[in-house]
């Protein structure tokens, strides 16, 4: 393993003049060879999606201005220099050239001129990184990410290609050992054609994270706007604290059922090459932060408390599943068919309930629940709809293992109606769906107990 470093900011760290300052000084105040990955500008992502959805010129038109005079006025704030200020100009008529032409016919074609508008936040984002930077290292210099990340051609959700991302990324250990300074773009990679791709929302950790297993690094760093993974959300629950350490499963557990921190592809590529991540706050580094790694000192039974709000329970009844086979085949073909996104299953002799997480459900712009899907179960079961769920998980240690966890769960939801409830499948999680507006008091008294 190299001394290499990945350092990774996200949006609120890339906020404003302010906000990028006190990431270079971050980067400054830390003596290993770095590579820096930095998300788009807070805000501009969400323009840059509207941009690639409208159909109206006008609308195209002021989504783009806002978008250009939000990096200018960062630029202008940062006193960046003359060569920043150049790549920002041929990325911004870049962009006007994209949001003045034609929209085009082909599915193929919308989804690269889309994937092509998303990244234009990181790659704006990477020039004013660079720009501060030279203030403090002449030399410092944003590089492309599209040469070095490496991936399929599943455009808006690429999948990356590790070993040709290590071929891409062998030069850069030279350089970053020889004191390089070198700023890249998350989210954004290239297929074997060369085309721009996008990893999906979220996607610049990942990017981070690839790029620490390509490089072989040491640790990779994720700078965010909060010191650390907590017990739970403060925003519910005021006394949360941080975690100093947290394993893999139990961190990739949090990022799968709602904790914001870090996206749940993030952990994969630094899980399987076993390199340890940092997270904390950007502006705040001294108030420390949470390790994610392998094996840490302590596995308590419960470590943390997970909520995903807006859930959808489907239940699909029938008594041809009594002793029947391929019942639960024909549903699951069903629901593939549809691209709908399951997450718990639970099953009795007759029936079977089904969460349905509606963010994920919905990336592919469709419904969450199709009627003419509806309509197929509908032909062999009774079919029942609830909505307006939370999914509280809560992560720890041998769970199942241990009976004093059941009981602290169902006393801490009394006396509100539990609709489903999920164990066994991992040791690091009990999942449980409850009425959205109780979700805050149950998380609230189950917090208590850690």
Aim: net charge negative.
């Amino acid at each position: 393993m190299s001394s290499t470093q990945i350092a990774k900011f996200g949006g609120t760290s890339m906020a404003d003049a302010e906000a990028i300052r006190a990431c270079v000084k971050l980067i400054e105040s830390q003596a290993a060879a770095t590579l820096v990955v930095v998300s788009a500008c807070a805000g501009v992502t969400n323009r840059l999606v509207m941009l690639s959805q409208s159909r109206a010129q006008v609308e195209r038109q002021r989504l783009g201005d806002e978008i250009i005079q939000k990096h200018n006025r960062i630029a202008e704030q940062l006193s960046a220099d003359s060569v920043a200020i150049q790549k920002l100009q041929t990325l911004h008529q870049q962009l006007q050239q994209l949001v003045l032409s034609e929209l085009p016919q082909s599915s193929l074609m919308q989804e690269r001129r889309r994937d092509a508008i998303l990244s234009f936040g990181e790659r704006c984002a990477s020039e004013l990184f660079a720009a501060c930077w030279r203030q403090y290292q002449p030399g410092a210099l944003a590089i492309d990410a599209t040469e070095l990340l490496k991936t399929d051609n599943c455009h808006g959700n690429a999948n990356p290609e590790l070993a040709a991302t290590r071929h891409c990324c062998q030069y850069l250990q030279d350089k970053l050992s020889q004191g390089a300074k070198l700023v890249t773009q998350g989210f954004i990679g290239s297929d074997e054609t060369g085309q721009l791709t996008t990893l999906g929302r979220g996607g610049s950790d990942y990017s981070a994270a690839i790029f620490a297993a390509a490089l072989n690094a040491e640790q990779l760093n994720i700078w965010t706007d909060v010191a650390g993974i907590y017990t739970t959300d403060p925003r519910i629950c005021a006394d949360a604290r941080p975690l100093p350490e947290i394993s893999f499963a139990e961190a990739a557990e949090l990022a799968t059922f709602g904790a914001k921190v870090l996206h749940p592809k993030s952990l994969k590529p630094a899980i399987e090459n076993s390199i340890p991540v940092f997270v904390g706050h950007s502006r705040y580094p001294e108030r420390g932060g949470s390790l994610v790694v392998a094996e840490p000192q302590s596995r308590p039974s419960i470590r943390a408390l997970a909520c995903r709000r807006n859930q959808t329970l489907l239940t699909v009844s029938s008594v041809d599943m009594l002793h029947a086979t391929g019942f639960l085949a024909r549903l699951f073909d069903i629901l593939a068919r549809y691209t709908i996104s399951v997450d718990l299953v639970t099953t009795s002799e007759v029936s079977i309930a089904l969460t349905l997480d509606e963010a994920g459900c919905q990336a592919n712009g469709q419904s969450l629940l199709p009627e003419a899907m509806l309509d197929e179960l509908r032909q062999f079961a009774v079919v029942e709809i609830e909505q307006g769920l939370a999914l509280i998980a809560v992560i720890g240690n041998d769970i199942g293992h241990s009976g004093d966890i059941s009981p602290h769960v169902l006393q801490a939801a009394s006396p509100n109606p539990v609709r489903l409830i999920c164990q066994g499948a991992s040791r690091h999680n009990l999942c449980f769906l409850v009425a959205d507006e109780g979700a805050d008091q149950i998380i609230r008294n189950l917090h208590t107990k850690l």
